[in-house]
């Protein structure tokens, strides 16, 4: 037997570090390998919560129903709609505000907490605030503005359901970006902005050619951070519009919340779930293979 | 080529002034080093001359025009940042390139030249990397490749060896002062380092919080500083000091004693020097010799041995220390009894408000 205390080698060693490792590997197969399997079990049966007369091993009708269905389609669109649109709301305007909020200006402390603020107010109650508060027709602050210049307000949420979400959900997102691209463009060495100064490089000129490519690391985290959690935006549509009118503003993760639990179909949306898992797991071997790629620069 | 004159030139931060009203001229392909501690403004005063920031007050002429309110771009300067400043995502090429694409110049014409620096500044090889792959020295390089490129009518650099090591720092000042050899550009450098202003420069000027101290060639600072604070930085190892009391006068000089009775005669004009009144004087360590017949008696208290030439930290008996400097041969130990004698006509005396007595004879190389 070894008795030394040198670092452990070979077969031995490695079944010791494998045993202390594993309650928090085991912890992390009950996390989410059951849910996994069972969902995966789940999409190939029969199985609705109010028929029990459903049963038993559907093959890949579930898969067939919904890649089939119509709604499936819109809700894949929806996805890929709010996932885009608040990307590029929330890193455009982010990286305009980060710009902004580096310079000196008064009161520069304030804004800053003020932009930064929506970040901290729950998902649901955010929507709440939007569509009632704000929004609403008759009672919300926009329509009295709008009402008090003589113009009828809109009711956003009933005509543009879609892209009242995308708003909120930007409004929401908009501060994350800020604060992270604020601290990249707070840590770009001075004396490189001056050097392009020196160089001729007017304002614009700086942010194309200095600022920007500085930010290109933080974009990058931004985007992978804030499309993991876009795709699984929920709280707000159930919140605002229930995903309709129709399906017009229902995505996937509101689909599958429909299918189970309004329609109780749990074989279709375990289904849907799994095309979810899928969906997301293919996103983001792409971007970790681009954030790695623009990090490792 | 240019000329500069700046003209009680100051700047204010916060209702606090940090540069005190300097004037100075700077001629034609002159290399001017402002030298002096950290934080006495020598950055803020060279970022003023560049346009980086702007200038509270006095005027900045350039070839005879005033330059106040004229864009960093378009003064014709071009500067080395202490941290290199190289655009990170760009390589060599384009960090070289930059400056001259905003400037319109054509493709062929900006290759052409970007060619010819890289290969002066031995930086054709490199071209392609990025600064980060680069060390120090290289980096260094293209920092000063992006500022000939431009071919600017006057060179800037702030504190640019700074950041290497001693080796590599002793050759970097050798390659600067032939580059300026070569381009005879008016070159202003700002350093803490009194080496290199004393080896780089034709002109330094010495500042202290915010105000010249001196300005003139170094050998000028080194055989006639005008006060005690310019005695006191440059030269190294730095000038010792003694309080000393008048007791004669006369047309060869002022005779003082030290508080030990020790009397030397200093040829300074003795103007309105009284007898009994204090100075301080001020003298060298390579202007001490060790010798037997010496005025001022000592102890060896530390023995330095550099080699070349040894320094001997000579306490006398008020306590007070003096670095001499002797041979490297020299055999003197610690705790060994030793008397000394200060070379008369390169000791300097200083007035109660520090200023320098003025010296009867000009040192031939001084100017
Ligand atoms: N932007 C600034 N705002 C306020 N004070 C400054 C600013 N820049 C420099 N200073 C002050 O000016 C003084 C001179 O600074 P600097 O020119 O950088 O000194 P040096 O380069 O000689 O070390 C310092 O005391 C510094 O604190
Ligand atoms: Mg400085």
Redesign the pocket.
Known sequence: METTLSPPKGKKGRTGAALFLSPAVLILLVWSLIPLALTLWYSFQNYNLVDPTLSGFAGLDNYRYLLTDPDFVWALLNTVLLVLGVLVISVGGGVLLAVLYDQDFLGRGIARILVISPFFVMPTVSALVWKNLMLHPIYGVYSAMMRAVGLTPIDWLQHYPMQTVMMIVAWEWLPFAVLILLTAVQSLDHEQKEAARMDGAGPVARFRYIILPHLSRAITVVIMIETIYLLTIFAEIWVTTSGGPGVASTNLAFLIYARALLQFDVGGASAGGVIAIVIANVIAAFLVRAVARNLEA | MAKLALRDIRKT??AEE?IKGVSLDIEDGEFVVFV?P????????LRMIAGLEEISAGDLLIDGARMNDVEPAKRGLAMVFQSYALYPHMNVYQNMEFGLKLAGMPEAERRRKITEVATTLQLDAYLKHKPGQLSGGQRQRVAIGRAIVRNPKVFLFDEPLSNLDAALRGQMRVELATLHRRLGATTIY?T?DQIEAMTMADKIVVLQKGVVEQVGSPLELYHHPRNLFVARFIGSPPMNFLSVRIVGSGPDGLTVETSQGARIDVPVLAESAVAGSDLTLGVRPEHIVIDAQGTVPGTIRLVERLGALTLLHVALEDGSVLIVQTDGDHGGQVDAPVRLTLLSENCHLFDAKGMALTKLMRHRLAG
Do not use: Q
């Open positions: 931060y916060h940090i002096g950290s934080g006495c403004g020598k950055s803020t005063l700002v803490h």
